[in-house]
């Protein structure tokens, strides 16, 4: 038998990508429809938090179901991890198949706006500032990884930075984009589709289509290969979001 450091590598079929779509069952939508029609919102805030520890059925589903009656729109087979913390949930919109992992911040704003296409996987501990984001159908989202969209001018120089104002910039990760462990993604920039970005890395300027970047500040490194690709096609535009 080898010891484990001899084991040669070996690959394995993706099982979270190749989710096939089902639909929630019924009383889920009839669920949140009835909540929405009873409670405000600061009332299902407080009911999503009180499930948001539990791993259970009932925990599972309330926080799906919490959200669906929060949210501008939110889709078929969405799996939102625990304590995970999303803020102006009715500023989003959710896609089929995404998941969210645990102890991921969400920080959205009243005037925002947020997309998720489908089968977007979000790694847990992950921190995305929502403010104005987009994120394109099948995008891998790495554990720790964060987005920030927004920055304090620093001027005047006679007050403190945090009292200056806020400039918003849209940050879009286009379709079959992947995003490595712990990257940060700065304001105003495009993560092409089907690009790959490096554990770590810091993006600073627009990633081009199958790009492969990596470093601080990141920087292209390699080519993916489109050809691999022919046939399949994307509703996320440069720039927009998720269309459906």
């Not at 554990?143 to 120089?157: F, N």
């Not at 990596?214 to 489109?226: E, T």
Request: charged share 25%.
């Amino acid at each position: 038998m080898k010891r484990p450091h001899e084991m040669n590598n070996r690959l394995v079929k993706a099982i979270h990508g190749l989710r096939k779509p089902a639909r929630d069952a019924n009383f889920e939508s009839e669920l949140s429809a009835e909540m929405r029609s009873q409670l405000n919102k600061e009332e299902l805030l407080q009911i999503l938090t009180r499930f948001a520890g539990r791993t259970d059925y009932v925990g599972c589903l309330m926080r799906r179901a919490c959200l669906r009656a929060l949210a501008k729109k939110f889709g078929d087979g969405v799996d939102v991890g625990r304590n995970v913390r999303i803020i102006h949930p009715e500023t989003m919109e959710i896609g089929d198949r995404v998941f969210i992992g645990d102890l991921t911040v969400i920080q959205g704003r009243f005037d925002g706006h947020c997309i998720f296409g489908n089968g977007v996987r979000i790694g847990p501990q992950s921190y995305l500032d929502a403010r104005d984001l987009a994120i394109g159908d099948d995008v891998a989202w790495g554990p720790g990884a964060k987005v920030l969209g927004s920055e304090h001018t620093g001027e005047p120089c006679d007050v403190p930075i945090v009292q200056t104002d806020l400039k918003i910039e849209p940050v879009r990760i286009e379709a079959w984009a992947d995003i490595g462990v712990n990257a940060i993604i700065l304001p105003g920039v495009t993560v092409g589709r089907g690009s790959i970005v490096g554990a770590g890395a810091v993006v600073s300027k627009d990633v081009p289509r199958f790009a492969k970047v990596a470093g601080v500040p990141a920087r292209v490194i390699g080519w993916r290969k489109p050809k691999k690709l022919r046939g399949r096609s994307s509703n996320f535009a440069a720039g927009r979001g998720h269309s459906s």
